[in-house]
T-cell receptor, first 113, second 114 residues
Framework: GNSVTQMEGPVTLSEEAFLTINCTYT??????LFWYVQYPGEGLQLLLK?????DKGSNKGFEATYRKETTSFHLEKGSVQVSDSAVYFC????????????FGSGTRLSIRP | KAGVTQTPRYLIKTRGQQVTLSCSPI?????VSWYQQTPGQGLQFLFE???????NKGNFPGRFSGRQFSNSRSEMNVSTLELGDSALYLC?????????????FGPGTRLLVL
C-alpha cells in the first residue's frame, strides 16, 4: 500500500544551522507530495508541495525536490530560526484516493537561540 | 477569505456519550475531509465528503459517521465514546477532488473522553 516514512525526531538544532528532514514514500502511480507544518496548539499548514517528478516546492526558505528515482522528498532549509520550531509532516496523495492524505509520523524540530 | 473553522475547539465527554463536531470549509470549497490525530497513531484519515456524498472512508468503526450539507458544511459524529477516541479531530477542505489540490486544515477540535 501507499505509505510515507520520515526521519524520527526530535531534531534539535542551533539557530542558523542547516536543516534536512528526510522523507521517502511508497506509492502506486504518480503521487503528489506535500510538507505540512504544525505549530503548538494549532492545525496543519501547508508548507510546500510538488506534483510531478523533479518539481521543487519552496516556501519561507524551505525547499524540497520530488525525486522519483529515489522516491524521496527531503525537506531542507539553509538557516533555521527559533520560529521554525514545530512538527513537520511529509505526506502524499494519489490519483486513486484524490482527497485522502497519507501522512508520515511527523518530525518534531526544536531550534535553540 | 476566511479559513476553515471548526467548532467547538475543546470538548470533554464521558464514555458512552456521543459527540458531534462541526466544520465550515473555505467558501467555494466542496471537498471536506476529516482526520484523527493521536500521539500513538499519528494522523489518520476518517472520511471525505464531496457534494454531500461520502467519497472515501478510512478504517474506523461504524461509530464514526459524518455528513455534509448543501452549503458544504460538514459534521462528524462519534457515538458510544471510548477512552481511545480522545484525540485532535482535524477538518480539511479543498476546491476539487484531485491529487494535486491543496487541502487547507482547520485548527481542530480537541476531544477528551473521561
Amino acid at each position: 500500500g501507499n505509505s510515507v516514512t520520515q526521519m524520527e525526531g526530535p531534531v534539535t538544532l542551533s539557530e542558523e544551522a542547516f536543516l534536512t528532514i528526510n522523507c521517502t514514500y511508497t506509492a502506486t502511480g504518480y503521487p503528489s507530495l506535500f510538507w505540512y507544518v504544525q505549530y503548538p496548539g494549532e492545525g496543519l499548514q501547508l508548507l510546500l508541495k510538488a506534483t510531478k517528478a523533479d518539481d521543487k516546492g519552496s516556501n519561507k526558505g524551505f525547499e524540497a525536490t520530488y525525486r522519483k528515482e529515489t522516491t524521496s522528498f527531503h525537506l531542507e532549509k539553509g538557516s533555521v530560526q527559533v520560529s521554525d520550531s514545530a512538527v513537520y509532516f511529509c505526506a502524499l496523495k494519489t490519483d486513486s484516493s484524490a482527497s485522502k492524505i497519507i501522512f508520515g509520523s511527523g518530525t518534531r524540530l526544536s531550534i535553540r537561540p | 477569505k476566511a479559513g476553515v473553522t471548526q467548532t467547538p475547539r475543546y470538548l470533554i465527554k464521558t464514555r458512552g456519550q456521543q459527540v458531534t463536531l462541526s466544520c465550515s470549509p473555505i467558501s467555494g470549497h466542496r471537498s471536506v475531509s476529516w482526520y484523527q490525530q493521536t500521539p500513538g497513531q499519528g494522523l489518520q484519515f476518517l472520511f471525505e465528503y464531496f457534494s454531500e456524498t461520502q467519497r472515501n472512508k478510512g478504517n474506523f468503526p461504524g461509530r464514526f459517521s459524518g455528513r455534509q450539507f448543501s452549503n458544504s458544511r460538514s459534521e462528524m459524529n462519534v457515538s458510544t465514546l471510548e477512552l481511545g477516541d480522545s484525540a485532535l479531530y482535524l477538518c480539511a477542505s479543498a476546491i476539487l477532488r484531485d491529487r494535486s489540490e491543496t487541502q487547507y486544515f482547520g485548527p481542530g477540535t480537541r476531544l477528551l473522553v473521561l
